[in-house]
């Protein structure tokens, strides 16, 4: 019975060197597709965030990660200091900092 199987098989036909790389290449589109719709995208708002954070100075409103709203009373090196309420400050990490919300200028309090 396996012989009947096997004699009806069609014999196997050469193959050009090309149909190996048109077989790849809806992988490649593929990989191109992700790196347009997923990858850029996260590097370009990673870029974003080192320059928002970069750009953190004494003055400026902010909101952090976790939805603090605060003013910025000191910037150090990794941190910065929000103060959150009258004799209230907080020390955190600039990158907790996600969005600048008004650059003001000297206090006038």
Known sequence: ???????????????GA??????????????VIMYYVMIRPQMRRQKEQAR???????????VTSSGIHGL???VKET???VKVAD???LEMEKT???NVVKTNGP???
């Open 1 to 15: 019975m396996l012989f009947l199987f096997l004699a009806q098989t069609p014999a196997a036909s050469p193959s």
């Open 18 to 31: 090309g149909s190996g790389l048109l077989g790849m290449l809806p992988f490649v589109f593929l990989i």
């Open 52 to 62: 928002l954070v970069s750009a953190l100075k004494t003055g400026d409103r902010v």
């Open 72 to 74: 910025i009373s000191n």
């Open 79 to 81: 941190t910065v200091i």
């Open 87 to 89: 004799n209230v400050k």
């Open 96 to 98: 907790a900092v996600t």
């Open 107 to 109: 206090s006038q309090s």
